[in-house]
């Protein structure tokens, strides 16, 4: 009943953001078919310790920046490869500019770090003798994201720490995945656990609603399709097809607690060999 309620109030554009004194958070439903043993309540006790990493001990060097702990060893292992280079790097969300400072410690020094934020206090976060620059903007603005890639772009990593709405998170992944992310290139969406609080909610689907959509678009080769048609060889075997951009250009979608990650890489058919 709340789930149509909130619905409803999706639909008709007036979901508020005091909702949650209003409306029940996310409840958690799942299927019959996964086993008690896996449901059922176990006890899960404080973190004692910090990352043991090499970005959480920048970032404790800095007091204006605001991150979850358990982020660093995620975006450790996402972002170690592209250290080696210089590289561009988009975070969408600038806030005090402590983000923009630990990235640029952390990527080579001749990397390029580009922040946006709505708010134009944050354009004072700008380095740019350092190569960090802040541009003033909505992430639900198509064009000034277009601005921004052509001015920065395109992107090895973009990283959406913004405003965490569940509207702007799609606009922002629908604007920029394509155009502004660099084949090989990482898209990365944090505090995902917004999306199951209501006063974030502000689209009949949320971004981790679509996001498990797009498990299924990077599977898109194989429907209506058979083994034989991606054997190495055989007469059935095919030659070429047509799938969605996404689907063309997706490497691997990795769901990690609140964090979500695209990797981008363009696809060759997938090939099957039968020695
Ligand atoms: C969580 S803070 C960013 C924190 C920063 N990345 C850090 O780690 O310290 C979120 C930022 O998103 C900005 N923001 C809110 N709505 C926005 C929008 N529509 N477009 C761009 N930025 C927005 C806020 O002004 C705020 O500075």
Same mark, same amino acid.
């Given at each position: 009943?709340?789930?149509?309620?909130?619905?409803?109030?999706?639909?008709?554009?007036?979901?508020?953001?005091?909702? @949650?004194?209003?409306?029940?958070?996310?409840?958690?439903?799942?299927?019959?078919?996964? @086993?008690?043993?896996?449901?059922? =309540?176990?006890?899960?006790?404080?973190?004692?310790?910090?990352?043991?990493?090499?970005?959480?001990?920048?970032?404790?060097?800095?007091? #204006?920046?605001?991150? &979850?702990?358990?982020?660093?060893?995620?975006?450790?292992?996402? *972002?170690?490869?592209?250290?080696?280079?210089?590289?561009?790097?988009?975070?969408?969300?600038?806030?005090?500019?402590?983000?923009? +400072?630990? &990235? =640029?410690?952390?990527?080579? @020094?001749?990397?390029?770090?580009?922040?946006?934020?709505?708010?134009?206090?944050?354009?004072? $976060?700008?380095?740019?003798?350092? #190569?960090? *620059?802040? +541009?003033?903007? %909505?992430? /639900?603005?198509?064009?000034?994201? /277009?601005?921004?890639?052509?001015?920065?772009? @395109? *992107?090895?990593?973009?990283?959406?720490?913004?405003? $965490? !709405?569940?509207?702007?998170?799609?606009?922002?992944?629908?604007?920029?995945?394509?155009?502004?992310?660099?084949?090989?290139?990482?898209?990365?969406?944090?505090?995902?656990?917004?999306?199951? &609080?209501?006063?974030?909610?502000? %689209?009949?689907?949320?971004?981790?609603?679509?996001?498990?959509?797009?498990?299924?678009?990077? $599977?898109?080769?194989?429907?209506?399709? !058979?083994?034989?048609?991606?054997? $190495?060889?055989?007469?059935?075997?095919? !030659?070429?097809?047509?799938?969605?951009?996404? %689907?063309?250009?997706?490497?691997?979608?990795?769901?990690?607690?609140?964090?979500?990650?695209?990797?981008?890489? !363009?696809?060759?058919?997938?090939?099957?060999?039968?020695?």
């Amino acid at each position: 009943m709340r789930k149509l309620l909130n619905k409803l109030l999706i639909k008709f554009g007036i979901l508020i953001t005091k909702a @949650p004194t209003l409306l029940a958070d996310h409840s958690l439903t799942t299927s019959e078919l996964i @086993p008690a043993e896996l449901t059922e =309540k176990v006890k899960v006790t404080e973190a004692t310790g910090t990352p043991d990493n090499e970005l959480f001990r920048i970032f404790s060097g800095d007091t #204006n920046v605001h991150k &979850w702990h358990h982020y660093f060893d995620i975006y450790s292992r996402h *972002f170690e490869r592209f250290r080696d280079r210089p590289i561009r790097m988009l975070e969408i969300g600038v806030f005090r500019g402590g983000s923009l +400072r630990m &990235w =640029k410690e952390f990527f080579h @020094p001749d990397s390029i770090i580009v922040g946006i934020d709505i708010d134009k206090s944050c354009a004072a $976060h700008e380095i740019a003798d350092q #190569n960090v *620059f802040v +541009r003033i903007g %909505s992430q /639900a603005d198509p064009n000034f994201l /277009a601005e921004v890639n052509g001015e920065f772009g @395109p *992107f090895d990593i973009i990283l959406d720490d913004g405003s $965490h !709405k569940t509207h702007h998170q799609i606009v922002s992944f629908g604007a920029l995945f394509r155009p502004a992310l660099k084949d090989g290139g990482c898209y990365m969406v944090e505090d995902m656990h917004t999306n199951y &609080w209501l006063k974030h909610v502000d %689209s009949p689907e949320t971004f981790i609603e679509i996001s498990k959509q797009m498990i299924d678009m990077l $599977h898109e080769p194989y429907f209506d399709r !058979k083994e034989t048609n991606f054997r $190495h060889g055989h007469s059935e075997a095919l !030659k070429e097809v047509e799938l969605s951009y996404l %689907s063309a250009n997706l490497d691997g979608i990795y769901f990690h607690d609140s964090i979500v990650v695209f990797d981008k890489k !363009k696809r060759d058919l997938p090939k099957s060999e039968l020695r």
